[in-house]
């Protein structure tokens, strides 16, 4: 167990829908790191945030946006969603920007019909 | 853009021999590289990293081997057993996001 949870673990939903995803990071840890897991596009990192604030972007669509709240919990919200976007979605933590080491939650696998 | 390349993408040896995985880097400025080993539907776990300022890293049957120059690194499992049958990835960083691997799907047969 590395401390991560993320939730929900499982989602089904239909395409144009919006969804929350959850992620509560390790005690202490400041930074939380999105990443997307499809079985055509390996690991892609989305999104970072350090202490609130979004630190750094990667390949995210428009359609999906995330924030880090005050409790240092995150969400990541994918909305107008497409078949494309079904995929285990992972949030990781670390300390802070200069910790290298990240480690991950149990992942939500979002399956859009 | 920054791109990790891994090779091979499945590996299949007999238990007891040693396995080796291969990235290689294109960010020159990217300073700390990750293994992760990953289970069929579970997370990706940390099993060693390596910094730029190092050229190797052991930890028991595990060892990572870091060539700055080239811009590649590897990862080499000895004595393997079948518990160690998993997908690795490596992965690039620079202070912030993890860039991986495509994932190497290993096989380790009793």
């Known amino acids: 167990d590395s401390g991560v949870t993320q939730t929900p673990k499982h989602l089904i939903t239909a395409t144009g829908q919006r969804v929350t995803l959850r992620c509560s990071p390790r005690?202490?840890?400041?930074?939380v790191y999105w990443y997307q897991q499809s079985l055509d596009q390996g690991l892609q990192f989305l999104i970072q945030?350090?202490?609130?604030?979004?630190?750094a972007k990667g390949n995210i669509l428009e359609r999906f946006s995330a924030q880090q709240f005050p409790d240092l919990h995150s969400e990541l919200n994918l909305s107008s969603l497409e078949l494309g976007d079904s995929a285990l979605y992972f949030c990781?933590?670390?300390?802070?920007?200069?910790?290298?080491?990240?480690?991950f939650g149990p992942g939500t696998r979002l399956t859009v019909t | 853009g920054e791109n990790v390349e891994q090779h091979p993408s499945t590996l299949s040896v007999q238990e007891g021999d040693s396995a080796v995985i291969k990235c290689t880097y294109s960010?020159?400025?990217?300073?700390?590289f990750p293994w992760y080993k990953q289970e069929l539907g579970k997370r990706p776990q940390l099993i060693i990293d390596i910094r730029s300022n190092v050229g190797e890293k052991k930890d028991q049957r595990i060892a990572v081997t870091l060539n700055k120059t080239a811009k590649h690194f590897s990862l080499h499992i000895t004595e393997t057993q079948p518990e160690d049958s998993a997908v690795y990835f490596c992965?690039?960083?620079?202070?912030?996001?993890?860039?991986f691997g495509t994932g190497t799907r290993l096989q380790v047969f009793p």
């Open positions: 005690s202490g840890d400041l930074s």
């Open positions: 945030y350090y202490n609130g604030e979004e630190r």
């Open positions: 990781a933590s670390s300390p802070n920007t200069y910790t290298y080491e990240q480690y």
């Open positions: 992965a690039a960083s620079n202070n912030d996001k993890l860039i």
């Open positions: 960010d020159s400025a990217s300073n700390y």
